[in-house]
């Protein structure tokens, strides 16, 4: 090296980099890249599963019930489902736009500490095998650990875990440093009730084991052509470009296999949304081509996915907006889930 010191400036600018990167990772300052309040359930849901993991198996004289699902399994009421089910433990996992991909990471990080639910309640819905809509622009690409991409490269890809290893090297790959804009979100007048919201949603998540602070909480929408009008708009958001996602069907039948190889009780139900997008969606071709290889998959493994368009035990007819049902169609939908649990594991009791 002595005579040639310019062999080390690409070490020194490494370590420039990473210095610069490291100031990236403070959560304030990645609060002023990007005003949202989307991530916190991520990171709410993690703590939340760390926690179980520390307490271990809880089940004691009380049944294990653990939701994976996206938004549309997310806004249950903790105090309601305590009163009305005493003799359930319910944790709810689920965030706003989910994979099978991000399900099999919760379920293999409990299962692998010793936690055996006493029911796993999962969602599926087409747009969660869309190869187009999540991993690379989703949130939920910074929720897997390292080992685990490692742990399952081959149904990831490499171009995935390539992506994977960069935004975790790097903090600016996902928290973008535009000085403009930081400096605009500093200014905002309403940054400290941004960052007070931040706050309390995530210890409001964690507090009432995982189930939602719905900005709306009981909003009903009532007009007819709002509806009809989220109903396209979230159609066109979720369906654009769609293409098959081979790693999420990988995904989802190493979930069916796992429950089976080690009898673990699941429901997995198919939620609907309001009759405005249930007609839109299934003039859909995509969705019949995927409801029957879903159907097809999951039998294989004795597995009957739940519909509730054709649940009679389920009702509802209030409406946040087109893509999602309001707070009170919570209440028929845990009734409907614990109906068909009845039915299936402990028909005795019927």
Request: glycine share 4%.
């Amino acid at each position: 090296m002595k005579g040639k010191p310019y062999l080390l400036y690409p070490l020194f600018l490494l370590i420039f980099l990473f210095f610069v990167d490291s100031f990236f990772r403070i959560p304030y300052i990645q609060f002023l890249t990007k005003l949202d309040l989307t991530a916190v359930n991520y990171s709410a849901k993690k703590a939340l599963l760390d926690s179980l993991i520390e307490k271990g198996n809880l089940k004691k004289d009380k049944k294990l019930m653990i939701i994976l699902g996206s938004s549309r399994l997310l806004y249950f009421d903790a105090k309601d489902l305590k009163e009305f089910y005493p003799d359930w433990e319910i944790y709810n996992l689920s965030s706003a736009v989910t994979t099978p991909a991000y399900y099999d990471y919760q379920l293999t990080r409990l299962l692998d500490s010793g936690v055996v639910p006493d029911l796993i309640l999962m969602e599926t819905d087409p747009n969660q095998f869309n190869h187009n809509s999540v991993f690379k622009i989703s949130n939920l690409t910074y929720s897997f650990d390292l080992f685990y991409v490692l742990k399952n490269m081959d149904l990831f890809g490499k171009d995935n875990v390539s992506f994977f290893l960069g935004r975790k090297l790097f903090a600016v790959g996902t928290y973008k440093p535009y000085i403009d804009q930081m400096w605009k979100n500093y200014r905002n007048p309403e940054l400290a009730g941004f960052l007070s919201m931040n706050q309390t949603t995530f210890d409001f998540i964690v507090k009432n084991n995982g189930h939602g602070l719905s900005p709306i909480d009981n909003y009903v929408e009532k007009d007819a052509n709002v509806l009809e009008l989220t109903s396209h708009r979230t159609l066109d958001w979720l369906f654009a470009s769609y293409h098959p996602s081979e790693m999420q069907y990988g995904f989802y039948e190493k979930i069916l296999s796992r429950l089976q190889s080690e009898k673990i009780k699941s429901i997995i139900i198919w939620p609907t949304s309001s009759p405005n997008f249930e007609k839109l969606v299934h003039k859909e071709k995509l969705v019949k081509t995927w409801e029957e290889r879903i159907d097809l998959l999951s039998s294989k493994y004795d597995q009957k996915i739940m519909k509730l368009k054709d649940e009679p035990s389920y009702s509802c007819n209030a409406f946040a907006d087109g893509g999602h049902v309001a707070k009170e169609c919570y209440h028929s939908l845990m009734r409907a889930v614990l109906m068909e649990y009845f039915r299936r594991y402990e028909a005795h009791r019927l």
